[in-house]
Structure formats: structure tokens, C-alpha cells
């Protein structure tokens, strides 16, 4: 992964413009530190949206089922190639690191035993 550090003036707008292209999408949450270790808090759950509130200084990851909060993150660096988010890793204030990785829901095939359609004579 190449990660870019992102200017803290557009982490507002960075959000906003990736949280409607990954809508939909699946994502697992590791928090990495010396005091924690790493831990998967999610795993590959659906998207339901991202923000950062200047206001209160807090980054916001929506799962189905789970509201990540990071209050006073430090830095936020991205991996994207050519318009896509693969992954974010923030620094908050604690200097825990945040890695949020994105992927597509995975496409089941049809039924193997579904009845097929009859052909009326």
C-alpha cells in the first residue's frame, strides 16, 4: 500500500466526497498501538457512512452495527489508485493508528439447487 498524508484543511471534504463512492462497500476496522496491541474491532462490515465534525474534532466510521468514533485525530493518510479508496489509516491524539480497509461485498453465484422454469406445451 502507498499511502498519501492527507492537509488536515481537507479532511471535510475528502470524507464527504469518498463516503458517497463507498457506500455499499464492505470494512474492517484495526486499531494498532503499543498499549492495545492490534485488534480487529470490525470486520467486513457494510458502509454506512464516514464524516469528520471540524467542530468537535472527531472522525466518524459507520458500520452496519458499529459507530467508530476517533476524537482528535492527528493525521489522516490514504491509499487510493485511480479514484478508489482502499484503505485509511488515522493517528489520533493517542497516538493509536486506526486502519480502515475497504472492499467490495463478495458476489454469491446462483443457487445450484433452484428449481428451473417449465415450459408450458
Known amino acids: 500500500m502507498a499511502f498519501s498524508r492527507l492537509d488536515r484543511s481537507a479532511w471535510q471534504a ?6 458517497r463512492a463507498l457506500i ?6 484495526e486499531v494498532a498501538s503499543l498499549d492495545l496491541g492490534d485488534q480487529i474491532l470490525a470486520e467486513w462490515l ?3 457512512g ?5 467542530k468537535d474534532d472527531l472522525v466518524e466510521i459507520k ?3 458499529v459507530d467508530h468514533l476517533i476524537r482528535s485525530p492527528r493525521e489522516i493518510h490514504a491509499d487510493h489508485v485511480a479514484g ?3 484503505a485509511l489509516e488515522i ?4 497516538d493509536r493508528h486506526q486502519i480502515v480497509r475497504f472492499a467490495n461485498p463478495v458476489a454469491l ?3 445450484v439447487d433452484s428449481p428451473q422454469p417449465t415450459q408450458a406445451s
Open 14 to 19: 475528502f470524507f464527504d466526497t469518498f463516503t
Open 24 to 29: 455499499g462497500k464492505r470494512a474492517e476496522i
Open 46 to 48: 457494510p458502509l454506512l
Open 50 to 54: 464516514m464524516s469528520y465534525d471540524r
Open 63 to 65: 458500520l452496519d452495527g
Open 84 to 86: 478508489t479508496l482502499l
Open 91 to 94: 493517528i489520533d491524539g493517542d
Open 109 to 111: 453465484p446462483p443457487p
